[in-house]
């Protein structure tokens, strides 16, 4: 099968996983343990988001490894929600 210029290598990151690494390293630590927490009680009602988010932030915060396609999902959500809760305050 012939790769093009447009598919990531096996072993390439996406590119931007820099981008969402700088957005990480921008939360605070407490902000995190809020979101964990958010993220765990969403699992255990049973939320596939909440799971797979909560499993992946544990991982990140516990110094385990995380793939870019995880990450990626996680600083989406977690940016997606952050906006959301700024917009509703500014209103």
Known sequence: MEQTR??????????????ALEYYNSIPYTDLVIWQESFSSNALAGNRLGEICSETLYRLMHDK???????????????????????????
């Open 6 to 19: 447009g598919t990531l290598n096996p072993k390439e990151s996406h590119p931007a996983i820099h981008s």
């Open 65 to 91: 490894p995380v793939s870019d396609r995880y990450f990626l999902g996680l600083m989406w959500t977690i940016k997606s929600g952050r906006e959301k809760v700024n917009k509703e305050l500014e209103e």
